[in-house]
C-alpha cells in the first residue's frame, strides 16, 4: 500500500509539473510577429555557438535598428553581434556584455549612448524583453535585482507562469504554433524594417523641452564605469556611439553631449556622435527612416553600417576575417539569411 501510494504520488507531481511547464509555454509572450525585439536576447546564444565575433554592439533600438552585422561582414569581413534589445537600460547592458563574455572575448564592444539619461528602471514590459531570454547565470540573477520595478517579484522570473497566468484571454494562433520552437527574427541581431516615412518638416524644426538639469544620473554613469572596467579587464577596448536621429521624440541634448566627450576624454574611449555626421554618413530624411526620423529604417542602418565599418577597421583595427574558412561559411550563411528576409520583407510591404 505505501509503495503504491509513493508510485501515485511521484506520477501526478510528474503529471503537474509537465502540465505547469506546457501552461509557461503556451502563455509566455512569443516576440514574433508582435514585438520582436522581445526575442533578441534569446537568439544571441545559438550565434554564440557558431563562431566567435570581434565585435558585439549594445544599446537599445538605437543599435538593433542601426546596424546590419551582414553588411559588417560583406565589406570588412568584421564578425559582429548586436546585443539589443528594447528600452536596453545601462545596467542591461553590463549585464549582457557580462553574460557574454562567458561565451567569447570580442575586440571591441561598441555601447549606444542614449540609455544614460535614465538613472532608475523604467519598465516592467521592458525589463522582461530584455531579461527573460537571458540564459540562467549569475548575471541575469543580478540583472533582475537590478532591474525590477517596485511592482515586480524575483520569483516571477524565476517562473513567468506566475506574471502571464492571465494571458488565456490574449492567445493567438502564434501562441500555439511557437509554444516549443520559435523562428529566428533578427539577423545576428539586428532587426529588419523595410518601412519608410519621411521626417516631415515641422517635425525636422522641433527641438526637445528644456530640462531643469541636465545632469546625467550618477547611477548610470556608475554602469557605465562598470562596463569600462569590465572592458578593461578582459582586454577590450569600449566604444562610445550616438546613433543618429532626427526628431525631437528621442532629443539628444547638447548638455549630454559634453558629459559624454568630457568622459570619452578623461578615459582615453573614443566617442561617436553621429548625429553630427549624417550629411557624411549620406543619410536621408526623407528616404532612410521608417518613423519620421526617430529610427533609421534597412537603408540607412546599411549606410551607417558601412561608414562605421570603416572606422572599425581603420581606427580601431578590427581585422578582416574573410580568410577565415569556418569563420565565412558561418557568415556566407548569415549574408544570405539577411537578403533573404530583406527580399520578402519588401515584397510583403
Known sequence: MKKRLIISSAICLAVLIVSLYFAQALLVPKYVSVSPEGALTAEYYAAADETSHDVLFIGDCEVYESFVPAVLWEKYGISSYVRGSAQQLVWHSYYLLEDALRYETPKAVVFNVLALKYGQPQSEAYNRMTIDGMEWSQSKVDAIIASKTEDESFLSYVFPLLRFHSRWDELTGEDLEYMLD???????????????????????AIEGSPLADYTLPKESMAYLDKIKKL?????????????????????????????IVDYAGKNGLAYYNFIDEVEDIGIDWSQDTYDGGVHLNVYGAMKLTEYFGKTLRDAHGIPDRHEDTNMSAVWSGRVESFYSKLTDNIRED
Do not use: F, H, M
Not at 235 to 246: D, F, Q, R, V
Open 182 to 204: 520559435r523562428p529566428e527574427v533578427s539577423d545576428s541581431g539586428y532587426l529588419i524594417q523595410t518601412d519608410v516615412r519621411a521626417a516631415e518638416p515641422d517635425d525636422l
Open 231 to 259: 572592458c578593461d579587464d578582459n582586454g577590450i577596448e569600449l566604444i562610445l556611439i550616438k546613433a543618429p536621429t532626427n526628431s525631437w521624440r528621442y532629443w539628444w541634448y547638447d548638455e549630454w553631449d559634453a558629459q
